[in-house]
């Protein structure tokens, strides 16, 4: 195994980190904006009010696109484990 095959590999895995919990992560960060400036406008100072709304997004984003999530989490997993032989060489 070569540095490059080690660049290759690291390079794909924060690839896959970045596309699997990047949706997630912006959709919490834009609902925590949009309650964040309705919170400033009303002057409301409710702290479940941040989390709530935050929890629900974040859940219904995971479970609309928990397929295509999961397709590239299984595609890379049974990429790198096809080219285990390649790998050892």
Same mark, same amino acid.
């Given at each position: 195994m070569t540095l490059e095959m080690i660049n290759g590999i690291t *390079?794909?895995?924060f690839k896959v980190v970045l596309f699997v919990a990047g949706p997630p992560l912006l959709v919490g960060l834009v609902v925590? =904006?949009?309650?964040?400036l309705f919170?400033? %406008?009303? !002057?409301?100072? @409710?702290f479940t009010?941040? #989390? %709530? /709304?935050? $929890?629900l997004a974040v859940f219904a984003c995971i479970f609309l696109l928990m /397929?295509? $999530?999961? @397709? +590239?989490m299984l595609? #890379?997993? *049974?990429? =790198?484990?096809? !080219?285990? /032989? #390649?790998?050892? +060489?």
């Open positions: *390079a794909q895995v925590g =904006l949009l309650v964040g919170q400033s %406008v009303t !002057q409301i100072q @409710e009010l941040i #989390f %709530v /709304p935050k $929890m /397929p295509w $999530m999961s @397709e +590239k595609s #890379f997993t *049974a990429n =790198l484990i096809q !080219q285990i /032989p #390649f790998y050892i +060489k």
